[in-house]
């Protein structure tokens, strides 16, 4: 199977809930030496990504969706199993977490795979986190950088009371902070006082990446 027919085949993957073949696709891509960030961000993500506009268009009903999305987060949970690229490790760690009242993890997982596989040290601690926990874990594993993921309007405004407890704590110089999530603009980061906003889960790993070498 060519690289193309593979992507194309992921992305149906996910459309048709397929965790089977989903699997078998991440195995023949592994023994084509495929970049299985490539076979994600433009196969299964892609899948991924227009079920989203078939649930909003009214053409997938909530079950369809939620075992289409159990997929995708197998993939992602596969994906990240795996032994990363020959990347060296980078110095520095990041605390990822969904926020709290949020389910939405998909995206917070490929932004935690692309940052594996960029080398970085990641500390996933999952979804419908709330903000002193958040805090509890970023101060016991010393992290470089907090990364909260949020994808509902109302959820949103956790990151700034993430922002405000920490200056309430007097601890937050310690920590870069970095928001994400479809909801999330530059200009929410910005009112906020986060210092890093970025659109996707390649530009979040890059920032990360550019942030702990210099930091090192
Ligand atoms: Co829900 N959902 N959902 N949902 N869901 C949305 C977000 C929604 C836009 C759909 C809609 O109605 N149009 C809408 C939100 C409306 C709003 O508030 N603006 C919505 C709603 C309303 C809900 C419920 C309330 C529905 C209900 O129960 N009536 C409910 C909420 C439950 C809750 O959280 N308390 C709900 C539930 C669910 C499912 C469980 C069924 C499922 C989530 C499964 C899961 O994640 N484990 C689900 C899904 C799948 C979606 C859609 C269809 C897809 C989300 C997704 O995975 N996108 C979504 C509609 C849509 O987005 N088109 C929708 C793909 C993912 C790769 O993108 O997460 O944006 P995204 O991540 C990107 C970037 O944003 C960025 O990088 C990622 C990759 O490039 N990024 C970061 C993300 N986090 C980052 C962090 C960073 C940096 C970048 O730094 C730290």
Redesign the pocket.
Known sequence: MSKFELISEARQTILDADEEKALQIIEHALTEEMDLLELVQEGF?EG??E???L??NGKLS?PE??FS?EV??RVLEVVESLPGSNREKVKGKVL?ATVD????????G??ASTMKSYGIDVIDIG??VPVDTIIEKAKEFNVDII???A?????LKEQKKLEEKLRELGIRDRFTT???????TLRWATRIGADIY???????AKKALELLMKKK
Do not use: Y
């Open positions: 993500a991924n990504r079920l989203g506009e649930f909003e909530l969706l939620i999305t995708m987060k990822l009242g949020d389910v939405h993890d998909i995206g917070k490929m932004v979804r419908e990364g909260t993921s994808l509902l309007t109302s959820t970095m928001v994400g999530g479809a909801p999330c970025t659109e996707d889960a390649i530009e979040a």
